[in-house]
């Protein structure tokens, strides 16, 4: 089976789960003997223990191809206006969604000498170069929505832009892959789509990167005998941290000697800081700033809670990872991650005083963290890429069959 796949950021150089998700995922159908073409929106610098990327002007079986465009994860139309690049006079276009069309325009000479069976683009920004490819090829195509949005907007109505991508993104594909009945019930919602076009493949995790409570001692409120609440994410609406810090407010009334961690960067930082002074806590909140490899891990294993509050989730993989790490986790009702996880605390995300009774109960009773943490840490070990890689494939077979005898 050949596929070609388009993404838009791949770790290291990844500022989200986006990435942590294309990788897991690519690995894993790698591993499956698929043969995997990844196309990404720019060159970068890629290392892997067990994947050999390839650029345009190597030979392989599994390619990584880049693109000269000026395409950055997560950002938004108006952070792209704001950027060191575009204020230097970039060369690549006006704005972000001239950018989506470069990239979408750049497909035909990039397969024109590849042969593959399906197309397999995530998340929006990839949407058109696979709409593109599949115009060009005949070939099937899926796509993979990770998050929409109404998800970066908090439940609110998204830039009308991309709404506009997503549509034909959708409209366009053969299959649609939601990362689980969460987004799965918002595209039918929000944007018509049959429920039959859609199928559910829920992230996994590679627990084997993660041990199990090695706490680290280079925290010093971990020295004083503090305990600590972690919150990673990017700061931005959707993901609460602004009800992260509201209930921590509350849960300093009965665990004072309690720090709250908050690991991520985004739109909202300088609010969530302004917030903590405001509520009279920030002596007792951390920022970390964004975290990844050994500095997320130590994070995660130091913590004896983490918390992920969020108003509109597709799913969230940091929980996985947390608890991996043997740490317990509470998480928002309004996640795709509460659809696969049993042993774990969950509260709607609006409720402040429930939010903040459960991290106190974690804090104050061992034998209930112990409980969480051991439970969990056994069911996260069967959330793998592995079985997300086999529902793929399927699709991708599925597809192939009906793509030749069409």
């Avoid at 390839?54 to 000026?70: C, P, Q, R, S």
């Avoid at 993104?169 to 299959?175: I, K, Q, T």
């Avoid at 992920?308 to 993989?317: A, K, N, R, Y």
């Avoid at 034998?367 to 997300?388: D, F, M, S």
């Amino acid at each position: 089976m050949r596929v070609l796949m388009f993404g838009w950021e791949f770790p290291p150089h990844n500022s989200g789960g986006l990435g942590v998700a294309c990788e897991g995922l690519a690995r894993a159908l790698v591993d499956k003997s698929v043969e995997l073409v990844f196309v990404l929106p720019k060159k970068i610098s890629l290392a892997n223990d067990r994947l050999r990327f390839l650029f345009a002007h190597t030979a392989g079986t599994n390619k990584i191809y880049g693109i000269d465009v000026a395409l950055t994860p997560y950002v938004t139309a108006k952070e792209y206006l704001l950027s060191k690049r575009y204020l230097e006079g970039n060369i690549y276009g006006a704005d972000l969604f001239s950018e989506v069309m470069r990239y979408a325009k750049s497909v035909r000479d990039l397969i024109e000498h590849e042969t593959f069976d399906v197309i397999h683009a995530h998340d929006w920004l990839s949407f058109l170069a696979g709409v593109e490819a599949k115009r060009i090829s005949g070939k099937p195509l899926i796509v993979h929505v990770h998050a929409t949005g109404f998800d970066q907007a908090g439940g609110n109505l998204p830039d009308e832009r991309v709404y506009a991508i997503e549509k034909i993104g959708f409209d366009a594909a053969d299959r649609i892959i939601t990362v689980s009945r969460y987004t799965k019930d918002m595209l039918i919602s929000k944007y018509g789509v049959s429920s039959e076009k859609i199928f559910v493949v829920h992230n996994g995790i590679d627990s084997s990167m993660y041990t199990y409570k090695q706490e680290s001692n280079e925290f010093p409120w971990k020295r004083a005998g503090q305990k600590m609440v972690l919150f990673v994410g990017r700061l931005t609406m959707h993901k609460g941290p602004d009800y992260f810090l509201r209930a921590a407010r509350r849960v300093l009334d009965f665990c004072p000697d309690t720090m709250f961690v908050i690991a991520g960067s985004g739109d909202m930082e300088f609010q969530i800081i302004r917030q903590a002074a405001e509520l009279g806590i920030a002596q007792n909140v951390f920022f970390a700033g964004f975290a990844r490899g050994e500095n997320l891990r130590r994070l995660y294993e130091s913590a004896d809670l983490y918390v992920l509050p969020s108003v509109s989730e597709p799913f969230g993989i940091a929980p996985l990872e947390a608890l991996a790490s043997g740490t317990p986790v509470l998480i928002s009702k309004q996640s795709g991650v509460s659809e696969v996880l049993s042993h774990a605390l969950k509260v709607d995300f609006w409720d402040i005083d429930e939010m903040a009774n459960k991290i106190v109960a974690v804090l104050r009773y061992p034998p209930l963290t112990r409980q969480l943490a051991l439970y969990g840490n056994g069911e996260v070990r069967g959330i793998t890429w592995e079985k997300a890689a086999e529902k793929c494939i399927a699709l991708y077979n599925d597809m192939k069959v009906v793509h030749n005898n069409s």
